[in-house]
């Protein structure tokens, strides 16, 4: 065996040794680092003893080295207590009380005279200065010198960490800067374990928390048990927790850069002298963390000089390198101000991108500004985002912004999208301008939308098609998702369908056919009706590499389509149903009108009469005239019934055979009407009907008649001269059961001539020239003037032409003649 014993050993030395050698340069880093601090109190020292006492600063330091060594104080400690002198306290003691007797007879001997109110005031600030002012105004002196020659936050915090016995140090420090987005970066602490410190490396922008609070009040904060400290929990948890609680903001001029907390675990002494001095050291600490952060930006900001000698540019340069890593124009922008008003913005630093749209806009890429690229889109728009973006930090992303030519130093119109940021008290922005293909781009879109079709793409060497949002929203709804993959396709078309689909695909990718296929969809697209179309691309051998094609949802347009065709069966019923009513019209109405034996001439008149049904609307109305002869004479009827049709028709036949069942009974006109309205009435018929009833007796050439909603009859002499018979028109048949009518008797001449017609509701004429001759009834009255009454067919024109009788509506007439 082998005794790896003393290789282990050998081994281990140098790793002890390595630990000691790291240990001791530590160690001398940290005297090293001590002593320049002390080192600028001791020299601000050394000038109070040689202004005060007209030394030389060799004299003053031995001086405040035999100081030290008779009063065994350290010499940082005198130093800092002569320096604590020269605060602007105005009841700090003078420099005399400070030394001792030796310096005192050195003083006396001085040349200069004494001022004549020295030593009363000397006296005076003696009998008004107390120990405890005394030690912080040193204190406060030490840490200022040792604030300002902190080179790190942590060495910052270490130095607040670290104080005197003069008050009391502080458990735990913790000091942040103030991100862009409003939340505070921790930077350096004290007093607090590493897992702890990564836990607050970020604070969020939560009210609960006093340094928060501290930071967007810009109001220092001073907590206690007693003072509001149980307002704030998380700060009773480690490492945060103590007595008292100090949060503060650091502000620089007039920004807040970022904020301190510090905390002890016992109360501070009572009494505001303490405080006070504790608060004017963030004064200090704020100026040297600015001094800081600007240290930070000059290393990490690079400008280019000397380019001909070949200077290279720091290492640090990571802000400018990831602007020129932008795809985009990218450009760092400081705010310009003119009496305290926010005026444009200019270019700190741009890329090679963004240089270019200076150069096109004609501005100087070197003394670009915001205005001047963009004057109209900069003040309207842009200025104000980027002012808020200054104001309150949260980012601001502005979409579809247009830059008009006319106006905006671009060589054409341009669409912009800009995303600015808060960097330090700086906005950085980030902008694309859409090219053509991005127009069309988003018009394709728009279009595949509006029309429902979704596209893809298919690469056969690819394992998923590359869908476009519109498909992949087509199959997920709003849901988020990033492609349909091709197992999904297929389980979404309905299984009855799928072996249909899948021989049309086959043909696409084998043979190279194009694809159109429709298909009921299933999974995600169940009930949905699609139209795929795709076609193949082929290389130089004819092989398919790819598919290319769109998936259309057409379920509304088929379920258009469906109700359409339904409804054009239903018209087509309605059709053959209306042409039966109307053929059925036909023939009821031939069996109403009297036939030509039962009209020409009867006992004492001569009759003619006519019905003109409507050819152009296919339908039948429900008038009809009619004439019998009776025991004594002639029963003359013309009557028209509401509605068209068929059931028109049936109530008309009603009517006929009631008023001639009455008649028959020797029952007077108006007797007639009152009874059929009784009947008509009891019958509930949905129809009301116009009824002229009229009996003629030859013996005495009598001609009685009553009208229920009809026109009076128009009576013409052998002359051809027209009156209208006087007599009372009641209301239609079917409206008022009680309604009775009554007749009116004239008696004819030999000669005479009398028409009963329909279209009363025609009768007051429709134009401006039949209302100045007294409206169509007069045209009827006058017809004798122009036609000869002999001509049954030229009456019946001149009737539907006067009265304007619409191509629609039926006319029917009746011409009666006395020979």
Same mark, same amino acid.
């Given at each position: ?427 950085? %922005?980030?902008? /694309?301008? =859409?090219? *053509? @293909? ?6 394709? +879109?728009?279009? &595949? !939308?509006? #029309? ?109 389509? %469906?109700?359409? /065709?339904? =409804?054009? *069966? @239903? ?6 149903? +209306?042409?039966? &009513? !109307?053929? #059925? ?116 050439? *009598? ?11 128009? !009576? ?104």
């Amino acid at each position: 065996m082998v005794d790896r014993a003393p290789a282990e050993g050998s081994s281990a030395e140098p790793a002890e040794a390595l630990a000691a050698l790291v240990a001791k340069l530590r160690a001398e880093l940290t005297g090293v680092r001590t002593a320049m601090r002390n080192r600028a109190v001791i020299e601000q020292a050394k000038g109070v003893l040689v202004e005060r006492l007209g030394i030389t600063p060799d004299q003053g330091f031995d001086q405040l080295v035999r100081l030290s060594q008779r009063t065994n104080i350290k010499l940082i400690e005198v130093a800092a207590a002569i320096v604590g002198t020269t605060s602007p306290d105005p009841n700090a003691p003078d420099v005399v009380n400070l030394i001792d007797d030796e310096l005192r007879q050195h003083v006396a001997s001085v040349k200069k005279p004494p001022k004549p109110d020295l030593v009363p005031q000397t006296a005076r600030k003696r009998a008004s200065r107390t120990p405890e002012v005394e030690a912080l105004q040193s204190q406060h002196q030490l840490l200022t010198a040792r604030i300002a020659a902190a080179r790190s936050y942590d060495e910052l915090c270490d130095v607040l960490g670290t104080a005197p016995t003069a008050w009391p140090a502080p458990t735990t420090v913790l000091l942040t800067l103030l991100d862009p987005d409003g939340a505070q970066r921790g930077v350096g602490t004290y007093g607090v374990p590493g897992e702890v410190r990564s836990r607050w490396s970020r604070i969020p922008p939560d009210p609960g928390l006093p340094l928060v609070v501290a930071v967007q009040d810009a109001e220092t904060l001073w907590l206690t048990a007693r003072t509001g400290l149980d307002r704030f929990p998380v700060v009773g948890h480690p490492p945060f927790s103590g007595d008292t609680l100090l949060a503060s903001p650091l502000i620089s001029g007039e920004r807040v850069i970022g904020g301190i907390l510090m905390t002890w675990a016992e109360g501070l002494p009572a009494g505001e002298e303490l405080r006070r001095y504790v608060s004017a050291l963030l004064e200090p600490v704020a100026r040297q963390v600015d001094t800081l952060i600007g240290d930070e930006i000059a290393s990490a900001w690079f400008h280019v000089q000397g380019e001909e000698s070949g200077q290279a540019a720091p290492a640090q340069v990571w802000l400018p390198t990831v602007v020129d890593a932008l795809h985009n124009p990218g450009a760092l922008l400081s705010p310009v101000y003119e009496e305290g008003q926010l005026v444009d913005f200019r270019v700190e630093y741009g890329n090679a991108l963004a240089r270019q749209i200076f150069s096109a806009a004609r501005v100087d890429p070197d003394e670009a500004t915001l205005l001047a690229a963009y004057p109209a889109l900069g003040s309207a728009t842009l200025l104000p985002e980027f002012a808020r973006v200054l104001q309150d930090g949260r980012p601001r992303r502005l979409e579809g912004l247009r830059a008009d030519p006319r106006t905006d130093g671009v060589p054409g119109p341009q669409t912009l999208s800009v995303h600015a940021v808060r960097l330090w008290d700086r906005v950085f %922005a980030v902008w /694309r301008v =859409a090219t *053509e @293909a991005d127009l069309q781009y988003d018009q394709l +879109l728009q279009a &595949e !939308r509006i #029309a429902g079709i979704g596209s893809f793409s298919w690469e056969l060497r690819d394992p998923e098609p590359r869908c476009s949002p519109e498909l992949i929203r087509l199959f997920h709804g709003g849901r988020d998702a990033a492609a349909v993959p091709v197992d999904e396709l297929a389980t979404s078309v309905h299984p009855d369908d799928l072996l249909g689909v899948q021989d049309a695909v086959r043909r696409t990718i084998v043979e190279g056919k194009q694809l159109l296929a429709e298909v009921r969809g299933a999974g995600r697209v169940n009930g949905r009706r699609l139209r795929i179309t795709a076609e193949p691309l082929l290389d130089d051998t004819g092989n398919v590499t790819a598919v290319r094609g769109t998936v259309q949802d057409v379920t509304e347009e088929r379920a258009i389509e %469906a109700r359409l /065709r339904r =409804a054009e *069966e @239903a018209l087509a019923a309605q059709r053959h149903r +209306l042409a039966d &009513e !109307r053929r #059925a019209a036909e023939a009821l109405q031939k069996a109403l009108l009297p036939t030509d034996p039962e009209l020409g001439r009867m006992e004492g008149i001569e009759l003619c009469g006519r019905c003109r049904s409507p050819e152009r609307v296919g339908t039948v109305d429900g008038d009809w005239y009619d004439a019998a002869p009776i025991p004594g004479g002639t029963i003359l009827v013309l009557g028209d019934v509401d509605d068209r049709g068929l059931s028109s028709m049936t109530t008309a036949a009603r009517l006929r055979y009631a008023v001639r069942a009455y008649a028959s009974l020797d029952m007077a006109p108006g007797d007639i009407l009152t009874a059929v309205n009784a009947m008509l009435c009891a019958m509930e018929v949905e129809h009301t009907a116009c009824l002229v009833v009229a009996r003629y007796s030859p013996a005495t050439r *009598e001609l009685r008649w009553a009208a229920a909603g009809q026109v009076a009859p128009v !009576r013409y002499d052998a002359a051809g001269q027209g009156t209208v018979l006087s007599g009372p028109l009641g209301l239609p048949l079917g409206e008022v059961a009680e309604m009775r009518y009554t007749d009116t008797a004239v008696t004819l001449e030999p000669g005479d001539r009398v028409l009963f017609y329909t279209g009363g509701q025609y009768a007051g004429g429709r134009s401006r020239g039949d209302r100045r001759r007294g409206g169509g009834l007069d045209l009827v009255r006058r017809a004798g003037e122009t036609i000869d009454l002999t001509d049954f067919e030229a009456v019946v024109t001149h009737l539907v032409t006067s009265l304007n009788v619409p191509e629609d509506e039926d006319v029917c007439a009746m011409l009666i003649h006395v020979p």
